[in-house]
């Protein structure tokens, strides 16, 4: 064998061995993020206190919308797509599936209290825990209000 040849071998090898590493190094970071993801999930749902949203007081309706539209657009609409189906553009860049909260048989619809509790506590998949990232209980209910209008038709 010529030793350019074994020097291509034993590149090639060593470039398998490298990627092989690679994939089980990926398959555990993730398994471990998500690890950690849960855990913080749990401390979110620990921490979570739903009567904080009794003591909040809007002008009106329209301002609780209208504060609901600033951070959805800021801060939502680029996973869960700006009209709420789920086709916003991080999600696409990150290849990750979120639900449309249009879909007829969506378990949270016409359920306020449900969505602000979703919001805070996140998911260990993808969804942030918006309680743990400082997003106020005033801005959730109001991401939350925004919500369900958007899946309320009638309101269109
Ligand atoms: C990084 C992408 C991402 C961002 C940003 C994001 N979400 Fe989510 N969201 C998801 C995904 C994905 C799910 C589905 C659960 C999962 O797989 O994590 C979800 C789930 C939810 C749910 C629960 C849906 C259900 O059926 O249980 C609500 C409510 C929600 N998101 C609201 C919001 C609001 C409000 C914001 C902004 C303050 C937001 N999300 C920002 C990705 C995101």
Redesign the pocket.
């Known amino acids: 064998m010529s030793s350019r040849v074994a020097v291509a071998l034993v590149s090639f090898m060593l470039l398998a061995l490298a990627s092989c590493a690679r994939e089980e190094g990926a398959a555990e970071i993730e398994a471990r993020l998500r690890a950690a993801r849960a855990d913080s999930v749990a401390l979110a749902e620990a921490q979570y206190d739903a009567s904080a949203f009794d003591t909040l007081s809007w002008q009106n309706q329209e301002a609780r919308l209208e504060r609901g539209r600033v ?2 657009n800021h ?2 609409a ?3 797509g700006y009209d709420g189906e789920g086709n916003g553009e ?2 696409q860049q990150m290849g ?4 449309s909260f249009l879909r007829a048989e ?3 619809a016409g359920d306020v209290p449900a ?1 602000r509790h ?2 805070y506590v996140g ?1 260990e ?4 825990n ?1 309680g743990l990232q400082g ?1 106020s209980y005033r801005d959730m209910d109001a ?1 939350a209000a925004h ?1 369900d209008q958007l899946t309320r038709s009638d309101q269109q």
């Open positions: 951070v959805w801060s939502c680029r996973c869960h991080l999600a990750v599936e979120v639900p969506w378990p949270l969505m979703a919001i998911h998949s993808v969804m942030p918006w997003l991401a919500i």
